[in-house]
């Protein structure tokens, strides 16, 4: 099945400083590579080695002294490689699943990370690292047709989602919800009809909101809030993608998503003030991810 996963080209950000970025993507070689600096002061590409068929995924904990990339190599393993400092380890194989989908990240906790994907069997599969020591893959289940995201809104808390089908349900969103506390939840449907991956932000511990490109072709957005911990509806934000949406929060009450547009260049819409902006064209010729 690992000859089966999509070939990305997208890239990464990494920050584990103040005004420090960390810019990770596949090079032609399909080994990972990596620059770190700040706008107007960039280091060289560094060469971090590896074999991958997928974009890398990342994670900073520790302290933010510390972070991990994982990427799906071209024998569909789950490879992993932390950086403290200015020290890399070896990549280390994350035997036990193959995956045919780009890896998911995150940190629930300092010191605490988790690593997903689909594997070859669709379902999402999750594993923990505590201590410096990797527990065993996880099965949550599932029936996905995108990307899994997994993300932490506050320390000892992961929601995941991702597009997939249960019957006659098809193509819509999924998540379920872990806390330290009480484990993890059922799979809770959605809805919607989506033809693209999610995603998935959080400004805070009472916030996220998740994007996807329907198959009508609009852009769909739909967010919860904590303090009532309800979903709020389905909001169409318009046409303004061809590919699948990226998405980053710069602050309480403050999101981006931005995609390839119907021109190939690349579109942004911005929510802030508690209100949508109109899509904007940032120009570029951007490749179609796939969505």
């Not at 996220?208 to 509806?233: A, E, L, P, Q, Y």
Request: net charge neutral; proline share 3%; aromatic share 12%.
């Amino acid at each position: 099945m690992a000859g089966n996963l999509l070939i990305y080209t997208s890239m990464m950000l990494l920050s584990n400083s103040t005004n420090r970025l960390n810019v990770f993507g596949t090079g032609n070689d399909k080994a990972y590579w990596y620059r770190g600096g700040q706008y107007g002061s960039w280091g060289s590409w560094v060469d971090i080695g590896g074999s991958f068929n997928s974009p890398p995924a990342g994670t900073v904990w520790n302290s933010s002294s510390s972070f991990t990339v994982a990427g799906i190599g071209i024998d569909g393993l789950m490879y992993t490689k932390t950086a403290t400092g200015n020290a890399w380890t070896d990549w280390q194989p994350l035997t036990g699943g193959t995956f045919i989908s780009p890896p998911t990240m995150t940190t629930w906790q300092s010191g605490q990370l988790t690593v997903g994907g689909v594997g070859s069997d669709k379902g999402c599969w999750l594993r923990t690292r505590s201590g410096g020591t990797w527990g065993n893959w996880v099965g949550l289940g599932g029936n996905f047709t995108s990307a899994v995201t997994v993300i932490s809104r506050t320390p000892g808390t992961m929601d995941v989602f991702g597009v997939g089908s249960d019957g006659s349900r098809t193509n819509h969103m999924w998540t379920r919800g872990w806390s330290s506390s009480a484990g993890w939840g059922s799979w809770r449907d959605m809805g919607g009809t989506f033809a693209s991956a999610l995603a998935v932000v959080s400004w805070g511990s009472n916030h996220m909101s998740c994007f996807g490109k329907g198959t009508n072709g609009n852009t769909w957005h739909r967010s919860w809030d904590g303090n009532t911990g309800v979903w709020g509806d389905w909001q169409n934000l318009g046409n303004g993608c061809k590919g699948a949406p990226a998405a980053n929060t710069w602050g309480t009450g403050q999101m981006t998503v931005a995609c390839t547009g119907p021109d190939d260049a690349m579109n942004m819409k911005q929510y802030d003030g508690g209100a949508w902006g109109n899509w904007e064209n940032c120009g570029g010729n951007f490749i179609e991810d796939g969505a």
